[in-house]
Nanobody
Framework: QVRVVESGGGLVQAGGSLRLSCAASGSIFTINAMGWYRQAPGKQREWVAVISSGGSTNYADSVKGRFTISRDNAKNTVYLQMNSLKPEDTAVYYC????????WGQGTQVTVSS
């Protein structure tokens, strides 16, 4: 069992920055990768970024060059640094830990005002 808890969301003006955190606990040694997803009102949840247990990263085209995923193994925490935020980045952001099954957090709201 793995538990993930997101934090760091909030309200920011367009062009601003936020850093989201995702703290993992439990059987963290079983985690193969951790990813960020987001869901805007009336839309399906979409993948944003992923970091593997080996440290490789990948990003959705919509955030490439603006968002950076990283991790602190000592804190069992994954971060999503979001720069140059746009109103279309407004969504609930979810963290997912991928093991033999997926574990999701409760989400954190990010609102970007124009």
């Amino acid at each position: 069992q793995v538990r993930v808890v997101e934090s760091g969301g909030g309200l920011v003006q367009a062009g601003g920055s936020l850093r989201l955190s995702c703290a993992a606990s439990g059987s963290i040694f079983t985690i193969n990768a951790m990813g960020w997803y987001r869901q805007a009102p009336g839309k399906q949840r979409e993948w944003v970024a992923v970091i593997s247990s080996g440290g490789s990263t990948n990003y959705a085209d919509s955030v490439k060059g603006r968002f950076t995923i990283s991790r602190d193994n000592a804190k069992n925490t994954v971060y999503l640094q979001m720069n140059s935020l746009k109103p279309e980045d407004t969504a609930v952001y979810y963290c997912k830990a991928a093991t033999s099954r997926d574990y999701w957090g409760q989400g954190t709201q990010v609102t970007v005002s124009s």
